[in-house]
């Protein structure tokens, strides 16, 4: 079965601090994975993806994220954040082989991202 | 290049009305869906196509119906509105290469049902 957990609800960080947003997969087959950030009443953004090759991808806004295969993690990380930053933060995975229709997204975290 | 719109943006229904919300994109994608957003509730799917002429339930399908007569369109009805249907309403879609690998979304249809 596909599912994506992103154990913390919010995430609170001083600005310039680096910030890391948690997400771990499961899927059957081979996983796409995504993240997305949300700022309010607006619809979701596209920040970064892996689909393969190197494990550490960047995306927009300065953010990147690692594919750990052994752990099934995907975590998002920024080495300095920016007020800006704040926003509702969501992990999303496709799998490749078994379920290429859907899209399987965790729960959201919210970043709070202090001056 | 609009990527994908969606209208309305918003709407105040009686319990009991019926709507259509439209969602249109203009990247060719194959892939399009129909998610709501409740607070504390993430994104939960309601229904997606594969393509044009196709439709398939997902995670909370009761209530709504939802048709893709035109490859760039996809429409979710609401036969008769509910008060529990009060929600933003989110529509994506995604291709099967590069970057349509991702999916793009609109920027929501927030409705109300009183």
């Known amino acids: 079965a596909q599912s994506v957990a992103q154990p913390e609800d919010q995430v609170n960080v001083a600005e310039g601090n680096p910030l890391t947003v948690k997400c771990t997969y499961s899927?059957?087959?081979?996983?796409?994975l995504f993240w997305y950030v949300q700022y309010p009443n607006r619809g979701l953004q596209f920040l970064l993806k892996?689909?393969?090759?190197?494990?550490l991808v960047k995306g927009s806004y300065g953010f990147e994220a690692e594919f750990n295969k052994s752990q099934t993690s995907f975590h998002l990380k920024k080495p300095s954040a920016l007020v800006s930053d704040s926003a509702l933060y969501f992990c999303a995975v496709r799998d490749l082989l078994y379920n290429f229709n859907k899209f399987y997204f965790g729960s959201g975290t919210k970043l709070n991202v202090k001056p | 290049n609009a990527g994908v719109t969606q209208t309305p943006k918003f709407r105040v229904l009686k319990t009991g009305q019926s709507m259509t919300l439209l969602c249109a994109q203009d990247m060719n994608h194959e892939y399009m869906y129909w998610y709501r957003q409740d607070p504390g509730m993430g994104l939960r799917l309601i229904h997606y196509?594969?393509?044009?002429?196709?439709?398939a339930k997902g995670e909370v399908p009761d209530g709504y119906n939802v048709s893709r007569l035109k490859k760039q369109n996809f429409l979710l009805g609401l036969e008769s509105a509910a008060p529990s249907q009060t929600s933003v309403y989110f529509c994506?879609?995604?291709?099967?290469?590069?970057?349509?690998?991702?999916?793009?979304f609109g920027p929501g249809t927030r409705l109300t049902v009183t």
């Open positions: 892996y689909i393969t090759g190197d494990n």
């Open positions: 994506a879609s995604s291709g099967t290469s590069g970057r349509a690998y991702e999916q793009y």
């Open positions: 196509s594969v393509g044009e002429g196709t439709t």
């Open positions: 899927v059957s087959g081979n996983p796409y």
